[in-house]
């Protein structure tokens, strides 16, 4: 079994990086929020080995045993006269797929719009950025979720098909060194203009290009995946022709 340094590597985490390791908390969304509510820097990190009530899109719960995932929120405060919502998601997504290119090497993990990490098909990650604006300054906190060294059973227990790291590379992974090759990544990308992260995001899409459902406020449409928009959003092809996009939808596997 692989040793696990997650604590260490958070402790070790260098300015601007403020780092938080918890044995167990309710959610690091909900603890992100608070340190935010009390004046917590942009880059603040909260990290713990297991969480009691974490969430994911559309009011999703995500349940991990404690050792098993990487489990984490950052704070970001971004004060760009016009802001870009979707650059924190895009931000995670990308700099997690690259993350774990360094880690498997053999294989690429592909970003599932809008939030997902993707690994042979098969759901390896969940990104939720919840952001609040106030006039001044765009609040965005990133959650970020990833299946480490999660038993088989428990990943057979989920609604979707799903995978992890472990099962990926074929033996356990160190989450600290996970989390390095993330904050690596993002440091690489938080330097870049925002349209190259864009053009990175994607050329990262999984789907593109293919014929897949959509489920949309309801109802459930068969389309291609064209890409995504410079605002974040979907672009999807009906079975008529017509081209649209949605903030809305989601992708069944």
């Excluded at 349940?63 to 990487?70: E, I, R, V």
């Excluded at 609604?159 to 996970?178: K, M, N, Y």
Aim: proline share 6%; charged share 25%; with cysteine.
């Amino acid at each position: 079994m692989a040793t696990d340094r997650l604590a260490a590597a958070v402790d070790a985490l260098a300015p601007p990086w403020e780092g938080h390791y918890y044995a167990a908390l309710e959610s690091t969304q909900d603890e992100a929020r608070a340190a935010a509510r009390v004046g917590a820097p942009d880059r603040s990190i909260y990290v713990s080995d297991y969480q009691r009530s974490g969430r994911g899109r559309q009011g999703r719960t995500w349940l991990a045993a404690p050792g098993t995932a990487l489990l984490l929120s950052i704070l970001f405060r971004d004060t760009d006269v016009a802001p870009r919502p979707w650059r924190w998601t895009s931000l995670a997504s990308v700099a997690l797929v690259e993350a774990t290119d360094e880690l498997l090497v053999t294989k690429k993990a592909a970003i599932k719009w809008p939030n997902d990490v993707m690994l042979d098909d098969r759901k390896v990650a969940g990104i939720l950025a919840e952001n609040t604006w106030d006039g001044r300054q765009l609040l965005a906190i990133v959650g970020v979720g990833v299946n480490i060294n999660t038993p088989p059973a428990d990943l057979a227990a989920l609604p979707s098909p799903a995978t992890s790291l472990a099962i990926a590379c074929g033996q356990d992974v160190d989450r600290g060194e996970l989390l390095k090759a993330l904050i690596r990544r993002m440091n690489h990308w938080l330097e870049q203009p925002v349209p190259e992260l864009f053009k990175s995001w994607q050329s990262r899409l999984w789907g593109r290009g293919q014929r897949l459902r959509l489920l949309d406020l309801g109802e459930e449409h068969e389309v291609i995946v064209l890409g995504a928009a410079p605002d974040g959003s979907l672009r999807i092809r009906l079975p008529d022709g017509a081209e649209r996009t949605t903030t809305t939808g989601e992708l069944i596997l």
